[in-house]
């Protein structure tokens, strides 16, 4: 699976949008991008996948740019529940077992 | 519909001791997955079932082995703890279909001394 590179901490105000990028230039075609996030403690929970069309849904909307190489989640109104830190996957989708592959991602602080 | 349950919580070992770690899910779900998550780290992958009679390694198999029950049921065994096993431990969970989530469960938490 191609390597993804975020920002360690982002802070955002309580009501704004929370921007996160990940860059992911060694992407193949084959290749979706994932993110997931893991509350203090919790099992990491699905929040949304795109292949290269931009994506929303009730939880974020998900900016991919048009050569693949970075994309961006979108919290549109960050909530204080939302801290949490954020990993952005770039999967293989194959037979092969489906894995997630898990960097270090993002931790975001939301502040009231 | 509790969705994907470990067992235990929590446990403490001592070097050389052996434990099984118990998964189970109620989703109907094919494919079943042990993570391993380090302080401060991302979760890796320790072994996978893609269906019910298989099993495959992940990225770090290396003391640990697995069994595949049943369709419900993924338990993970660490024949002889060593302090280096000391993690949270995830289970999760996938329908089958190429680009289907990972549902996870609540993880355990294991130290051995």
């Known amino acids: 699976d191609a390597k993804t590179t975020q920002p360690t901490s982002m802070d955002c105000a309580e009501g704004r949008a929370a921007n996160l990028p990940c860059n992911h230039s060694?992407?193949?075609?084959?290749?979706?991008v994932y993110w997931y996030r893991q509350i203090h403690s919790q099992g990491p929970q699905y929040i949304i996948h795109g292949l290269k069309n931009n994506e929303t849904n009730e939880m974020a909307s998900l900016i991919i740019t048009e050569d693949r190489k970075s994309s961006t989640l979108i919290l549109p109104h960050a909530t204080l529940r939302d801290t949490a830190v954020y990993y952005c996957?770039?999967?293989?989708?194959?037979?092969?077992?489906?894995?997630?592959?898990f960097g270090g991602g993002t931790r975001l602080m939301v502040k009231p | 519909n509790a969705g994907v349950t470990q067992t235990p919580k929590f446990q403490v070992l001592k070097t050389g001791q052996s434990m099984t770690l118990q998964c189970a899910q109620d989703?109907?779900?094919?494919?079943m997955y042990w993570y391993r998550q380090d302080p401060g780290m991302g979760l890796r992958l320790i072994y996978y079932?893609?269906?019910?009679?298989?099993?495959d390694k992940g990225e770090v198999p290396n003391g640990y082995n697995v069994s595949r029950l049943n369709k419900r049921e993924f338990s993970l065994r660490l024949e002889s703890a060593a302090p280096s096993q000391t993690s949270v431990y995830f289970c999760?969970?996938?329908?089958?279909?190429?680009?289907?989530?990972?549902?996870f469960g609540p993880g355990t938490r294991l130290t051995v001394l």
């Open positions: 060694t992407i193949s075609g084959n290749e979706y």
């Open positions: 999760a969970t996938q329908r089958g279909g190429l680009t289907d989530t990972q549902y």
């Open positions: 079932s893609a269906s019910e009679g298989t099993t």
């Open positions: 996957i770039v999967r293989v989708v194959n037979n092969a077992g489906n894995m997630l592959t």
């Open positions: 989703m109907n779900h094919n494919s």
